[in-house]
């Protein structure tokens, strides 16, 4: 039992929304407290004897948001659990509970700018203010935690969730790109959503592309490094393996291991590798695709 939950604990994970979009995560956070708050009006929570029962929670509710706020930034900064691409599901449980954390101490010292000053000076207001803030917050921060839940579920089953909501192939927005090649009178033009993958053959790379009558290969003399280059302002378009790159958005599929992984494309019955090297990396660019 303590091996499988060492084993989930220690699972790649997104980081936290709060955590990797501070602004619009603590937003949330502080308006999800404020309508928890004016709608539900706990017993803990009352009004002071200049503001409103409104007032009030809107100012506690601000107030433990910036703090919130320096505390995130604080977090990233220093890189206090890491680089947001290590991120596991004990820094993801940590991270909420430093959260909550800040938003009791918050509630704490923000009481002695809203209410009276001398009756907060005691142990009970202190525990009380923590005990609320884990009451309020937990539930939101928990929810928009959850949504990443799929990323717990074997590799394959998550990605075939994401696949149905990818953008699609092309549109009105794409720029068609064009590739060149190190044979003067040779280019290679096609929209992103086209590509399926490019692998790599001595001086020449194979390019396989989507087209109404199926997969075609097309084939320019240019090394693959030269073209991941020339693709590098597109961020589905990765380098997988010294020989590959794939569209993130055709990948339906991943198998292997820490030793290296196997892609199902779509369309493509090849499996294209991922190399051992990369495969932190790719990881890291698949969930923010997948985000």
């Known amino acids: 039992m303590s091996s499988k939950l060492n084993s989930v604990l220690k699972k790649r994970y997104p980081s936290h929304y709060v955590i990797r979009r501070p602004y619009t995560g603590v ?57 947001d691409g290590e991120w596991t599901v004990l820094k993801e449980i940590i991270a909420i509970f430093i959260i909550l954390a ?26 009380d203010s923590f005990k609320n803030s884990f009451l309020i917050g937990i539930i939101p921060l ?53 590509l399926v993958y490019i692998a790599s053959d001595g001086n020449y790379s194979d390019f396989y ?13 240019n090394s693959i490094s030269n073209i991941e280059d020339q693709l590098s302002e597109i961020s ?19 198998e292997g291991n820490a030793l290296g992984y196997r892609l199902t494309l779509e369309g493509i019955k090849f499996q294209v590798p991922v190399s051992r090297q990369k495969i932190r990396e790719f990881d890291q660019q698949l969930i923010e695709f997948l985000n």
């Open 142 to 194: 928990l929810l928009i935690s959850l949504i990443n839940f799929r990323y717990l579920l074997p590799h394959g089953d998550w990605i075939e969730q994401n696949i149905n909501n990818k953008i699609p192939e092309h549109d009105s927005a794409d720029q068609l790109i064009h590739i060149k090649s190190k044979l003067k009178k040779e280019a290679l033009s096609f929209f992103p959503g086209q």
């Open 236 to 254: 589905f378009l990765v380098r997988t393996h010294r020989a590959f790159i794939v569209n993130l958005k055709k990948v339906i599929r991943k």
């Open 209 to 221: 592309l989507e087209t109404d009558a199926g997969i075609k290969k097309m084939t320019i003399r």
């Open 102 to 127: 800040g938003m009791g101490l918050a509630i704490y010292l923000a009481g002695f700018i809203i209410e009276d000053p001398a009756q907060r000076w005691n142990w009970h207001t202190f525990f």
């Open 27 to 83: 937003a949330i956070l502080a308006l999800s407290n404020f309508g928890f708050l004016a709608l539900y009006k706990p017993t803990m929570a009352h009004q002071t004897g200049e503001l409103s029962y409104g007032l009030t929670m809107a100012a506690y509710s601000l107030l433990s948001a910036a703090f919130v706020l320096f505390l995130v930034k604080l977090i990233k900064g220093f890189k206090l659990l890491g680089d």
